[in-house]
């Protein structure tokens, strides 16, 4: 019987988080995979039994057995090819993603067909960013008549804890050269530039953003049909996103691609801590409303991050359990809208404003 849920990098600093999420849901059912068993087995071990461990290397043959009992896989890791994902689907099994490159979930997205003719689903943009934002954009545009540009701020902790692979991620982006929507042409630009200011409340105040290479950028034009996207990054010290700023406009960052480079990179921002445990997001979109141009704004904090996407990953699981007849490839906002998450994903102490202005 298919009722297995396989999470791959189960034990990972985001994966485990998803599993003992799911394993609470379904005790039993929910499978750790990664390449070292004995990782997988000392986490399993931690959680009562309600998580099964497993030896996998996606990269190799995959066992011929494996999805036999498997009904929806959580992918955690970043991927070179779709070959995983196209055996999923040939065996008949839904697939969630939470990574945020761009050029690989374009490569899924040309898989629609495939999922199509299997009867199979899978579902991209799942987690902070993107993922709530790709919710609170659609969440802010509902309130415009017409949304003719959105900028989408993310600001990150340095006092949170965030996992390597994500910290890797964050670190190759540095000196990235990258396309974005502009009036529904592609322009290019580069990483942390074009520094733009948003108001992210009273407790946050206003804060500076620079372009950064999130995906939910690259998505929502189509799927939300907003002729101008962009997501801008920021941390909560205001000296270390200026101090970032100035290395990239000197060219430190062009340094990355030497490996001994980029490994002290990782090293120091894994060991900064020297803000809060938080994460906000803002959305500022422009358009009109009953023939007014108009700006609303959307913004949202909260704490922990990583916790967060687990969350969101396990709430959407859940859904997907329970679903029938999905078929194609999906990003999280065409599927739900934010109340779909809240408040289970998004805890009560979460703020969420909106308000219009004339502009």
Not at 142 to 154: K, Q
Not at 312 to 322: N, P, R
Request: proline share 2%; net charge positive.
């Amino acid at each position: 019987m298919k009722d297995h849920i396989l999470v791959v990098g189960g034990y990972g600093h985001v994966g485990r988080l998803i599993c003992q999420q799911l394993g609470n849901l379904y005790p039993d059912k929910v499978i750790a995979a990664g390449r070292s068993f004995s990782k997988a087995r000392e986490f399993c071990s931690t959680t009562n039994g309600s998580v099964i461990p497993l030896e996998l290397d996606i990269t190799k043959s995959l066992p011929s057995d494996l999805f036999e009992t498997v009904r929806i896989v959580v992918m955690c890791l970043d991927q070179k090819d779709t070959g995983f994902i196209q055996a999923c689907f040939a065996n008949n099994v839904d697939y969630i993603d939470i990574s945020a490159n761009h050029s690989f979930l374009s490569r899924i997205e040309e898989l629609q067909t495939e999922a199509m003719n299997h009867k199979t689903a899978a579902v991209l943009s799942v987690g902070l960013a993107p993922g709530l934002t790709n919710l609170l954009a659609r969440h802010t545009k509902s309130y415009l008549d017409n949304t003719e540009e959105m900028d989408i701020y993310v600001m990150l902790g340095l006092g949170d804890r965030h996992g390597r692979a994500a910290i890797e991620w964050t670190i190759d982006n540095l000196n990235t050269r990258f396309q974005v929507y502009s009036n529904w042409e592609k322009v290019n630009v580069d990483t942390f530039s074009s520094g733009k200011t948003t108001y992210f409340g009273k407790e946050l105040g206003e804060r500076k953003g620079y372009r950064f290479y999130f995906s939910d950028q690259n998505s929502l034009p189509y799927t939300l049909q907003i002729p101008t996207v962009s997501t801008r990054l920021c941390f909560d010290s205001k000296v270390i996103t200026y101090v970032i700023m100035l290395l990239k406009r000197v060219g430190i960052f062009r340094l990355i691609k030497y490996q001994s480079i980029r490994k002290v990179m990782v090293w120091l921002f894994s060991k900064i801590r020297w803000g809060k445990e938080l994460y906000a997001l803002k959305i500022d979109a422009f358009g009109e409303v009953s023939g007014k141009r108009v700006k609303a704004e959307c913004s949202i904090q909260g704490r922990q991050e990583a916790l967060l996407t687990a969350k969101i990953a396990a709430k959407l699981t859940e859904k997907l359990y329970t679903m029938k007849g999905l078929n194609g490839i999906y990003h999280l906002e065409e599927l739900f809208d934010i109340d779909s998450f809240y408040p289970d994903v998004i805890a009560p102490h979460v703020r969420i404003t909106e308000y219009r202005n004339n502009s």
